[in-house]
């Protein structure tokens, strides 16, 4: 990507490595971990072109949380989410095609919760 001047590189971490997360100190540790990774290599591969971004998403409804988390699980992060409801593994997708547009060419060692959190 550095040689010919132009990449997209986007990470996924999760809200919980902002936020931290009871009983999650492993996980939010090491999402908290891809923020810093997100940030630090943006500011080395910038200059030639390489933009690099995070996506935080919070509770995501895919098939392993929808068959495998137990509802009340669920419904606590839920409760707390802004929105009151977890994400479509599709909007995210969304948010993460963004970043790889040239739409996006300006932003670069960003870290985007999402749904956007008061943080």
Request: a positive charge; hydrophobic letters at 45%.
């Amino acid at each position: 990507m550095r040689s010919r001047k132009w990449g997209r590189i986007i990470n996924i971490s999760s809200i919980y490595g902002v936020i931290g997360g009871k009983g999650e100190v492993a996980y939010s540790t090491a999402k908290a971990g891809v923020i810093g990774l997100t940030k630090s290599v943006a500011r080395e591969a910038g200059a030639d072109g390489v933009t690099v971004n995070a996506v935080l998403p919070g509770l995501t409804l895919t098939p392993t949380i929808e068959n495998f988390m137990a509802k009340k699980f669920k419904d606590a992060i839920i409760q707390e989410t802004p929105l009151g409801r977890g994400a479509e593994p599709q909007e995210v997708a969304r948010v993460i095609a963004f970043l790889a547009s040239d739409d996006a060419s300006f932003i670069t060692a960003t870290a985007i919760p999402y749904p956007r959190w008061a943080i």
